[in-house]
T-cell receptor
Framework: GEDVEQSLFLSVREGDSSVINCTYTDSSSTYLYWYKQEPGAGLQLLTYIFSNMDMKQDQRLTVLLNKKDKHLSLRIADTQTGDSAIYFCAERNTGNQFYFGTGTSLTVIP | ETGVTQSPTHLIKTRGQQVTLRCSSQSGHNTVSWYQQALGQGPQFIFQYYREEENGRGNFPPRFSGLQFPNYSSELNVNALELDDSALYLC?????????????FGPGTRLTVL
């Protein structure tokens, strides 16, 4: 099955940029996603990128995709304390099934 | 708010019992997927329904079953509950064939098996 990996923890100072990384194994992935989950809550879609794109920017969020290396990253500019949460990357296969990473816990230090 | 609702919010059952969880999809969506999220883990894909038919299944035993209704609401049924079934159960709806086929998640049902 598909394997999606993320580092477990990231800590940054308020105002700095955060970069969360993800690697995946399924080369037939069509879309890749970033979701945010706050404590006790469901998943909130942040952004997505189509597999034929290299980069997508959406306000403070920048997604970079290196399809050759199967590497996806999410950059959050000017990180705020409200950005503290768990971030999941996910890939969608051609069967419209989603596979999630284990999540990266982002802590923003005031 | 995604427009996807789930009920109940929390549920406590004992080992061996059966449970039914419910999901109401976002208006216009014809696909629903169910996920199990154990504490500290990412969501694990259980199965997906498209137009009332199962359209894919993850690595879960047959005691996990589902239904999708004509109004695109859905149920997840789990028989013979085990302690390891304790988790947050998430449903997500999407519109297959839509521009992004993005899945929109509900808030989840927290199931505790004692």
């Amino acid at each position: 099955g598909e394997d999606v990996e993320q580092s477990l923890f990231l800590s940054v100072r308020e105002g700095d940029s955060s970069v969360i990384n993800c690697t995946y194994t399924d080369s037939s992935s069509t879309y890749l996603y970033w979701y945010k989950q706050e404590p006790g809550a469901g998943l909130q879609l942040l952004t997505y990128i189509f597999s034929n794109m290299d980069m997508k920017q959406d306000q403070r969020l920048t997604v970079l995709l290196n399809k050759k290396d199967k590497h996806l990253s999410l950059r959050i500019a000017d990180t705020q304390t409200g950005d503290s949460a768990i971030y999941f990357c996910a890939e969608r296969n051609t069967g419209n099934q989603f596979y999630f990473g284990t999540g990266t816990s982002l802590t923003v230090i005031p | 708010e995604t427009g996807v609702t789930q009920s109940p919010t929390h549920l406590i059952k004992t080992r061996g019992q059966q449970v039914t969880l419910r999901c109401s999809s976002q208006s216009g969506h014809n696909t629903v997927s169910w996920y199990q999220q154990a504490l500290g883990q990412g969501p694990q894909f259980i199965f997906q329904y498209y137009r009332e038919e199962e359209n894919g299944r993850g690595n879960f035993p047959p005691r996990f079953s589902g239904l999708q209704f004509p109004n695109y609401s859905s149920e997840l049924n789990v028989n013979a509950l085990e302690l390891d079934d304790s988790a947050l159960y998430l449903c997500a709806s999407s519109l297959v064939g839509g521009f992004t086929d993005t899945q929109y998640f509900g808030p989840g049902t927290r199931l505790t098996v004692l």
